[in-house]
């Protein structure tokens, strides 16, 4: 059996916002990040809207990028006090991963993190609050999917929480609040997205439902992620929908193991932090190589939709890869570990043990090519080297 999950409501388009007007409720919490929302006037438009609605609401500031386990218990705190039948959660995708994480603690007071690190534990919500998601960033779509990840900062280890009880009851993709995006997050995360697109389409959950949601998905990306990334702010606008239509393709297809490779490879390097879109996008075209092997008629599917050139399903292969590469160059990103500043002693030092982290992922399961630590360990140094993947 298949189960294909989306929000109840997706309100899009410049102005979107003001739906918050018409919403049903008494108290809600605004949960938001470092303030850039703020300083661009968005908080007090969503607090005008929910007045407008007789909603009085109360501020939750200050979520930090990756969102500890601290931060989400506490505004699972302030929640708690404060009694909300509303939670809306604005900015990139960390106040609203918090806050969905934050949902879950105010509406079961006797959950622990622990009782829900594992997919599909989260007991039921929606007794208390709705969740309503207002994305500013174009690339997590997680005001769509049924995904947060909270990091345990005493460990150092990522939680990916996945269930669909956390996917949220309404979305509104307000392309307006995008426009304030800069150009090298621009750039990375449309990256994340055309990723998301891509491994949704091959994933072992891909499906007839998700399919035409991950292929409109890549070709408005190849169409306007390059002028968006340039100031292009209409591209900038079909960016902000491209996104969220992969979003809802891999919240119920899954991804693959470029997902595996950039969660375990972001903060595991002295030599730097990869943002997450970057490590994608340097790792995307080696992955499909990989991939191709056992799916080579999809990813040609791809190309054919994109209109590139090449008859059989290996030429098209090799266009899409071409395709992806050139996208990326235009982005000033790098295609490989070295050129991105990771020192050799380092890297040869960690990759078996990035390897192994990177198979235990959950999105190595849904990865169309069955991957050992082997593998993994060979990928990685093509990956670092900017060599083909030809095994
Ligand atoms: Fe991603």
Request: aromatic share 8%.
């Amino acid at each position: 059996m298949g189960r294909f999950t989306l929000p109840r409501d997706l309100y899009f388009g410049k102005g979107s916002l003001e739906t918050l007007k018409t919403l049903k409720g008494k108290k809600a919490v605004l949960c938001l990040g470092g303030g850039s929302m703020k300083r661009f006037g968005f908080v007090d438009q969503v607090v005008g809207y929910l007045k407008e609605a007789g909603i009085e609401t109360k501020l939750i500031e200050g979520i930090e990028p990756d969102p500890s386990v601290e931060t989400v218990m506490k505004g699972a705190e302030v929640m708690k006090e404060f009694e909300p039948d509303l939670i809306v959660a604005m900015g990139g995708g960390s106040p609203i991963d918090a806050a969905k994480a934050m949902w879950v603690f105010y509406e079961h007071p006797e959950t622990t993190f622990d009782d829900i690190k594992d997919p599909f534990t989260i007991p039921e919500l929606r007794k208390k609050a709705a969740f309503i998601a207002i994305p500013s960033t174009s690339g997590t779509a997680t005001e769509v999917t049924a995904f947060s990840v909270i990091t345990d900062y005493e460990t150092g280890i990522k939680y990916p929480l996945a269930d669909y009880e956390i996917t949220p009851d309404i979305a509104i993709v307000d392309p307006k609040l995008a426009e304030t995006m800069p150009p090298t997050l621009t750039a990375h995360t449309g990256m994340d997205a055309l990723t998301h697109a891509i491994e949704a389409y091959v994933a072992g959950l891909h499906s007839p439902f998700s399919d035409p949601l991950a292929l409109q998905a890549i070709e408005m990306i190849f169409d306007n992620l390059k002028a968006s990334y340039e100031g292009d702010m209409e591209a900038r606008d079909n960016m902000h929908m491209a996104q969220c239509l992969a979003g809802m393709a891999f919240s119920n297809a899954l991804l693959g193991i470029v997902h595996s490779l950039a969660h375990k490879t972001g903060a595991v390097f002295d030599t730097g932090h990869i943002p997450h879109g970057c490590a994608n996008a340097i790792y995307l075209p080696y992955v499909i190589q990989y991939n191709a092997k056992v799916c080579e008629d999809r990813f040609a599917m791809i190309a054919r939709k994109l209109g590139l050139p090449g008859v059989t399903d290996k030429a098209l292969t090799l266009s899409l890869i071409e395709a992806v590469r050139k996208l990326r160059a235009s982005l000033g990103i790098v295609s490989n570990l070295k050129d991105f500043g990771v020192k050799e002693d380092e890297f040869l030092e960690k990759k078996h043990m990035i390897a192994e982290r990177a198979v235990g992922d959950a999105c190595t399961g849904s990865n169309p090519r069955e991957t050992s630590v082997e593998d993994m360990e060979k990928v990685l140094e093509c990956i670092y080297y900017g060599k083909d993947v030809t095994f």
